[in-house]
């Protein structure tokens, strides 16, 4: 993850066309076919309300960014905030598979989502440091 992507500002993805969604995503390192899903979840399906959304994202996220174990060795190249950008996505994505009738609560799912994201994060940076 680059100088670029250590901003722990949020976007407001609601204000994007299709393309900016697209190039916000890629941006991020992810493919583009996440902009399409993002911007079907947004536009189309209308899923939830974006600002209880927001209002859960923003309450339990901190707690779950100081969660994220990243080795010391990986510090330098990786921050919470990288990959909470990611879990945030694919939170948004995600969300209509979220059933809060289940034992899970909000704060585990979310926690999932971010170690799943962290596991990721690492293999690709260790993957960059294989020899070729």
């Given amino acids: 993850m680059g100088e670029s992507s250590r901003s722990t500002a949020r976007a407001n ?36 309300d974006i600002d209880a959304m927001t209002q859960l994202l923003d309450h339990h996220g901190p707690a779950v960014e100081r969660s994220l174990p990243i080795g010391r060795e990986w510090r330098s190249v990786l921050e919470p905030a990288d990959v909470m950008q990611v879990t945030y996505l694919e939170a948004f994505i995600e969300i209509s598979k979220y059933d809060p009738n289940r034992a899970e609560p909000f704060r585990s799912w979310l926690q999932r989502i971010a170690e799943n994201n962290l596991r990721d994060a690492l293999r690709g940076l260790q993957r960059q440091k294989r020899p070729q």
Avoid: I, S
Avoid at 20 to 46: C, D, I, N, S, T
């Fill in 13 to 48: 993805l609601l204000g994007l066309t299709r393309a900016g969604l697209e190039a916000f995503v890629v941006g991020m390192g992810e493919k583009p076919f996440r902009a399409r899903q993002l911007f079907k979840w947004m536009y189309k399906r209308a899923v939830g």
